[in-house]
């Protein structure tokens, strides 16, 4: 009786690859990387801006402040209008917005209606941001956690690129990085309403969904949690310093490169400079920063990378009048908001057991509020008591967050104690988290 053939090993299964992806999803993290640049993509066009338009330091400044102002308020609510209209309309909604206020702003003939058009595109913003990292996790394939790295990886792209975009296209006009943001997101909102569709869902599922809907003053109702609040007040003071070394510096760049007689540093020069630090903070919030709240701690890793950060704003007041020194530490700076970035997120989503959604979005509101004080204060305080003081300030602040981070220890006990979260989990926060 003839014996059966032994049946052929099975193929092993082949291992999802982070790059075969729907096209959904390419388009969703092209559209990131767009958002994200908008972020640095002012920067090294304020001088030039100043002088075009007639305008002071503390003015230009203001684009800044007015974007992130109001992107922080709408972060309050954002979970809410997700949650009513759905992941896919959100991010169409934002996208809408940005496209509009990025050409109206490109068009400005005064720099006040750049303020306000920059508004209305944090608006925008912060619609698609609280909402895009959902969306890729919702079409990707090979799992969720591949969804966080290209996020990850789009945002640092963004964040690198965008100074780069701005100097390239700010050294033929001022107007440029506004027309080519609009254009690229354009083009993104025409893939994402093409290639994106929301999923389809029971009638039992749909009324989950309901039901698990945020009420409209969920993120307000959120900062009652002492954890939660104790996070959102390092952010913020930690976002002051921040924000004052990434949109006060180009003005004592500039004013450097002159004293020394650098006659070739315009909004070409600032784009790389600041593409410099991008590029360093990119690296160390995707690669650094895992390693090190892993083998350190989350609380070690905060409380090292303020302290660093105090230093660099330190030594900007030194070397205001250096060119050079200039350069060197915002780039070098650059390497630790990567981490800290990261692990501010990370110790916000293992400090309370809030909904993820909600504790982000509102986590992320009080963040970008902080950002949006410090354009607004560095151009008076430079011109009271000059070019150092607003990065003394900086520096006072970056202290206060470490004194308010040692103060709420022990409303912090679950940071670092509790096993990681799920990638779901994760995804929720680094979503909103990770913007600034």
């Known amino acids: 009786m003839p014996t059966a053939a032994p049946e052929a090993p099975a193929a092993p299964a082949r291992k999802p690859s982070i790059l075969r992806q729907p096209t959904a999803v390419w388009a969703i993290a092209f559209a990131c990387a767009i958002s994200f640049m908008g972020i640095g993509l002012v920067d090294p066009i304020l001088p030039a801006i100043s002088a075009d338009l007639g305008a002071t330091p503390a003015q230009t400044m203001l684009l800044f402040t007015s974007y992130l102002f109001i992107t922080g308020i709408a972060m309050f609510f954002t979970s809410w209008v997700s949650g009513l209209i759905g992941v896919r309309w959100t991010l169409v ?16 003939g005064s720099v006040g209606e750049i303020i306000g058009f920059r508004a209305g ?19 990707a394939s090979g799992g969720s956690r591949q969804a966080i790295v290209l996020y990850e990886a789009a945002l640092g792209v963004g964040m690198a690129v965008g100074p780069l975009v701005g100097g390239a296209l700010g ?5 440029g990085p506004f027309f080519g943001t609009a254009a690229l997101m354009a083009i993104a909102l025409l893939a994402i309403l093409v290639l994106l569709r929301a999923p389809k869902q029971s009638a039992a599922e749909r009324a989950a969904a309901r039901a698990a809907r945020p009420s409209l003053v969920a993120s ?7 954890a939660l609040l104790a996070l959102a007040g390092v952010a913020m003071f930690y976002n002051f310093g921040f924000f004052v070394l990434l949109a006060y510096s180009p003005y004592p760049m500039e004013a450097a490169a002159r004293a020394s007689g650098v006659r070739e540093f315009g909004a070409h020069e600032l784009g790389l400079v600041f593409f410099g630090w991008g590029v360093a903070l990119a690296i160390t919030s995707v690669l650094v920063a895992p390693v090190l709240t892993r083998r350190l701690g989350l609380r070690p890793v905060l409380f090292a990378m303020l302290s660093g950060l105090a230093v660099c704003l330190v030594l900007l007041g030194a070397f205001v ?9 915002v780039v070098v700076s650059g390497l630790l908001l990567g981490v800290m970035n990261t692990a501010l997120t990370e ?11 909600v504790a982000s979005s509102t986590y992320s509101a009080v963040r970008f509020i902080g950002g949006a004080i ?29 004194v308010v981070l040692a103060c709420v220890g022990h409303l912090l ?15 929720q926060v680094i979503s909103a988290g990770d913007a600034a």
Request: proline share 7%; charged share 10%; glycine share 12%.
């Open 93 to 108: 909604a934002g996208l809408v917005l940005i496209v509009l206020f990025a050409a109206l702003a490109g068009s400005s």
């Open 121 to 139: 595109w944090g608006l925008g913003n912060a619609l698609f941001i609280s909402t895009a990292l959902a969306a890729i996790v919702g079409a």
């Open 171 to 175: 050294s033929i006009s001022w107007r």
């Open 220 to 226: 307000f109702k959120a900062l009652g949690n002492p």
């Open 321 to 329: 009048g250096s060119l050079p020194g200039l350069i060197a530490v």
């Open 347 to 357: 110790a916000v989503m293992e400090a309370t057991d809030l909904p993820r959604n």
């Open 374 to 402: 410090a354009p607004a204060v560095a151009g008076p305080i430079a011109a009271a008591l000059g070019e150092p003081a607003p990065y003394w300030f900086g520096a006072a602040s970056i202290a206060a967050a470490i």
């Open 413 to 427: 006990h679950r940071v670092g104690a509790t096993p990681q979260e799920s990638a779901e989990g994760e995804a």
